[in-house]
């Protein structure tokens, strides 16, 4: 898909997962554009789906047959989190964070979250709060 680059936040892919509200965004810009995750926040959508005796494989897998491409979290992507932590200490952003801001950098992307303090970061990512 050649659509604009949209990196997800673990709160937009449960929200989208569970049909929560805020879920019908992820889903258009699923839609539209080339969606991707750090692997950093699918940690936390792992970690969140293991709590509900969901099997690691089955969502790995249907995160890619969504056609989310999952990005390896590298060194430069560590020092971006990293260089992110004061402009968003203050809104209390915890490094799952600050990682999928680091992605949205490194790819000219917007952000979709379902995270609300997101809309008052200047950090030069565009934030799109799906709720």
């Not at 049909?19 to 554009?33: D, K, M």
């Not at 402009?87 to 999928?100: E, I, M, P, Q, Y």
Request: a negative charge; one cysteine or more; glycine letters at 8%.
């Amino acid at each position: 898909m050649n659509g604009q680059k949209v990196v997800l936040d673990a709160s937009a892919i449960l929200a989208f997962f569970f049909r929560e509200p805020g879920g019908e965004v992820v889903e258009h810009y699923l839609e539209i554009g080339e969606a991707m995750v750090s692997t950093v926040n699918v940690s936390e959508v792992l970690a969140k789906q293991q709590e509900l005796q969901m099997p690691y494989e089955q969502t790995l897998s249907y995160l890619l047959l969504l056609g989310i491409q999952i990005v390896d979290f590298t060194t430069d992507m560590a020092v971006s989190a990293a260089s992110l932590r004061s402009a968003t200490k203050s809104l209390g952003l915890s490094f799952g964070d600050r990682a999928c801001l680091a992605l949205g950098q490194k790819q000219s992307g917007l952000v979709l979250t379902a995270d609300r303090s997101w809309a008052e970061l200047d950090t030069g990512v565009e934030v799109v709060v799906i709720r």
